[in-house]
């Protein structure tokens, strides 16, 4: 799952280099900053750092 959030985050930070309008350049950098989430809690899981179960 990584991985392809990895290639995700690249993809998307090429295209907001190469994007000139300002509308696309805020809804590419929308998207990256959630791919950038993601990843932060994927990593999290796999080192235990959190639980991926509800508490309930």
Avoid: S
Wanted: hydrophobic share 50%; charged share 35%.
């Amino acid at each position: 799952m990584t991985y392809e959030l990895e290639i995700q985050i690249e993809e998307l930070r090429a295209e907001l280099k190469n994007a000139f309008d300002a509308a696309e350049r805020r809804e590419i950098a929308a998207e990256l900053e959630l791919a950038e989430a993601e990843m932060i809690v994927a990593m999290a899981e796999q080192h235990g750092l959190v639980d991926a179960e509800p508490p309930f």
